[in-house]
């Protein structure tokens, strides 16, 4: 592996980890660790803060993995830079080392980085994630299912080794919090299920 490669997933880690939505949440006065859903992500800062602050953070958020995608398009020695930057930059965001490696879900994230690799495997990810939300009520079904549709589109479009493990890795970084929120969610109400509208809302299990 390249050192130089290296260099640039660190970076991408460190870039994923620069908290912007729990920065603006400060700046309105919240500390988005203690509101809403306790998640330092643009989600829980639109609805429980100030929506343009919210929209901002997203923006910012996938503007973090577009651009660790591109810094690995641009700069990398190796084929497989974009997509081990654009995993790292996700983690980086899930587990913020300025956080105490607290942090969001990556989906903003996520997004920005698969926008960088291919904007049609985006187009996917919506259309799988907005299907099993809307018909399944499962927000932990709907973003994973969106993701792994998103990663099999990228394999057989470009069928290598590093597309199947950006898939694997993206499901690995991601899987951990959708599950504990979905466990917490039964726990609580006895089903990890919710209505429509409540998918599209960040509030506390």
């Known amino acids: 592996m390249p050192y130089k490669d290296l260099g640039l997933i660190f ?4 870039l994923g980890g620069i908290p912007f939505s729990y920065i603006l949440g400060r700046l309105k006065g919240k500390d988005l660790l203690q509101t809403g859903d306790r998640n330092p ?7 429980n803060v ?3 602050a919210g929209i901002l953070g997203a ?3 996938g503007g973090k993995g577009l651009g660790a995608c591109l810094m690995g398009i641009h700069l990398g020695d190796s084929s ?3 997509y081990l930057c654009t995993v790292s930059c996700v983690a980086g965001h899930n587990w913020s080392p300025f956080l105490h490696f607290k942090g969001g879900k990556g989906v903003a994230a996520w997004v920005g980085g698969l926008l960088g690799l291919n904007w049609f495997a985006l187009l996917v990810f919506a259309a799988v994630c ?3 939300l809307i018909f399944v009520r499962r927000m932990a079904l709907g973003i994973l299912g969106g993701v792994a549709g998103a990663s099999a589109f990228l394999y057989f479009a470009n069928p290598q080794w590093i597309t199947l493990l950006f898939g694997l ?14 466990r917490e969610l039964k726990a609580k109400t006895g089903d990890d299920r919710r209505e429509v509208e409540d998918l599209f809302t960040a509030k506390p299990i």
Not at 41 to 47: D, Q, R, S
Not at 169 to 175: I, S, W
């Open 59 to 61: 923006l910012l958020d």
């Open 41 to 47: 992500g643009a989600w829980n800062l639109m609805f």
């Open 130 to 132: 907005l299907s099993l």
């Open 50 to 52: 100030n929506r343009g």
């Open 169 to 182: 890795l993206m499901l690995l970084v991601m899987a951990p919090k959708y599950l504990k929120e979905a």
């Open 80 to 82: 497989w830079a974009p």
């Open 11 to 14: 970076i991408s880690y460190i």
